[in-house]
């Protein structure tokens, strides 16, 4: 097995797990028992329990549905608002492309995360609600992307001989301009999905995302701060499982940037 490979399968893995180990899991993740509150791991409780008596291990795999899950669905979101809205802004007229300007540099003007909360508080707590507050954090990155691509691909002289062929814009953006910003589309989505991921944990540790007793991997961390002296498993291991997910996706992430950096311009696969 090729090294380069290694955290692309590992990550494919991860995501397959948390989307098929919940089913297998013996322990109700939600099940409360003072009576066994805060234990080591054991046959009975692989990871242990938290300070409610509830099994880590399926808290731990529940979560990580909800953090992924969330993650990869406001990902796919993000890229299917922001790259038309690209499109339109690159393609389309100057008018047009100034009101784009600046509406995104309305919204990169502040941190994300300051302008995540504020729009979370706005909507109220919630994963839905905080879902739909990334998404119109991250929707202007993709299209700010996609725009300046576009912009810099449509002043090349293959696109002026289509015009003038009479090549339909609509044909020329989806098999020229498009492709052209294929590369940096998948490299920044990619590394963004580890930010997400952080985005989504540190805003539910806040208390902004899922609401208890749902499992979630920001929630669980904040859950554990009371025993982390006591008990140090039950807030290192979500903590863990944040890291492992995000340098996975910054690996392939650079991975990929090295790779489609390596070919031929003009080459897209």
Do not use: C
């Amino acid at each position: 097995m090729s090294k380069s490979r290694l955290p692309l399968l590992l990550f494919i893995g991860g995501i397959v797990a948390l989307f098929i180990l919940p089913e297998f899991m013996k322990n109700d993740p939600l099940l409360v028992s003072l009576s066994r509150r805060v234990q080591s791991p054991s046959s009975e409780h692989w990871l242990g329990t938290d300070g409610l008596g509830r099994d880590v291990l399926s808290r731990l795999a529940y979560g990580g549905r909800n953090t992924v899950g969330a993650s990869l669905l406001i990902l796919i979101l993000s890229l299917s608002i922001g790259i038309p809205a690209g499109v339109v802004a690159g393609v389309m007229g100057k008018g047009i492309d100034r009101l784009f300007m600046r509406v995104s540099d309305s919204f990169l003007a502040f941190p994300d995360y300051l302008i995540a909360i504020v729009l979370t508080g706005l909507l109220g707590p919630g994963i839905v609600n905080l879902m739909i507050a990334i998404v119109l954090v991250k929707w202007v990155a993709y299209a700010r992307l996609v725009r300046s691509s576009l912009m810099a691909e449509k002043e090349k002289d293959y696109i002026y001989s289509a015009r003038l062929s009479g090549v339909p814009t609509f044909r020329l953006v989806l098999q020229h301009l498009l492709p052209a910003a294929f590369r940096e589309i998948v490299v920044v989505a990619t590394l963004d999905l580890g930010k997400i991921i952080l985005m989504i944990a540190a805003l539910s540790y806040i208390g902004l995302g899922l609401q208890p007793p749902a499992p979630e991997w920001g929630a669980m961390l904040n859950e554990g701060r009371t025993y982390f002296h006591s008990s140090p498993l039950v807030m290192v291991i979500p903590g863990v499982a944040i890291m492992l997910f995000v340098l996975l996706s910054n690996l392939i992430g650079d991975q990929l940037r090295d790779s489609l950096d390596s070919r031929p311009r003009g080459e897209v696969k």
